[in-house]
């Protein structure tokens, strides 16, 4: 199993430029997300679904846009790059928890290797 | 809404001393607690896990404790390796299964 994977590794744009960052898992997970990692801030939440064909909002939603068509496979979209949005971008996957509980939030994500992504 | 306040670094130590990076949390309800690791040029991965108030995380030598009294997460290890350098980031799993993380913390070891 690979695990996580995410395409491309590194990536640099000029600023109004687009481009989609690709995500796959073959674990089967139900959940994915994707995180923002900025130096002295840890990692931020960005986009995440939770099932084939369906997206939310996390905290910093604003400038990308996301879509699960493939189970498999997250994709997140910035349709006119800033240089605000040059960062390391994870992603990451998790299996439902069980039983249908609110309170059951432990599952543990697994994260791919990142994308640095440097906009100009 | 969730939050969580991490020791800031950089940390370094020496080989065999002793560690510990502190984690406090601002969460309702009953949240889980992580302790997750990123290797230089990698993605985090999962280091320990709390669920419960008084639970004790471990692993690779590792331990945190669930004190929801003072509502923190501290990690500790007895005897670090030049192999524990990393960044160490405390995250915290509320009712929305969204992860909240601390800014990370640098710990470099020296032989």
């Known amino acids: 199993n690979a695990g996580v994977t995410q395409t491309p590794k590194f990536r640099v744009l000029k600023t109004g430029q687009s481009m989609t960052l690709l995500c796959a898992q073959d674990m089967n997970h139900e959940y994915m997300y994707w995180y923002r990692q900025d130096p002295g801030m840890g990692l931020r939440l960005i986009h995440y679904?939770?099932?084939?064909?369906?997206?939310a909002k996390g905290e910093v939603p604003d400038g990308y846009n996301v879509s699960r068509l493939k189970k498999q496979n997250f994709l997140l979209g910035l349709e006119s790059a800033a240089p605000s949005q040059t960062s390391v971008y994870f992603c990451?996957?998790?299996?439902?928890?069980?039983?249908?509980?609110?309170?059951?939030?432990?599952?543990?994500?697994?994260f791919g290797p990142g994308t640095r992504l440097t906009v100009l | 809404g969730n939050s969580v306040t991490q020791m800031e670094g950089p940390v370094t130590l020496s080989e065999e001393a002793f560690l510990t990076i502190n984690c406090t949390y601002t969460?309702?309800?009953?949240?889980?607690l992580f302790w997750y690791v990123q290797y230089p040029g990698e993605g985090l991965q999962l280091l320990l896990k709390a669920t419960k108030a008084d639970d004790k995380g471990s692993n690779k030598g590792f331990e945190a404790t669930y004190r929801k009294e003072t509502t923190s997460f501290h990690l500790e290890k007895g005897s670090v390796q030049v192999s524990d350098s990393a960044v160490y980031f405390c995250a915290l799993s509320g009712s929305a299964r969204q992860l909240t993380f601390g800014s990370g913390t640098q710990l470099t070891v020296l032989p």
């Open positions: 679904s939770v099932g084939e064909g369906t997206t």
């Open positions: 969460a309702t309800g009953y949240p889980s």
């Open positions: 990451a996957s998790s299996y439902s928890t069980s039983g249908g509980s609110v309170k059951s939030s432990y599952n543990e994500q697994f």
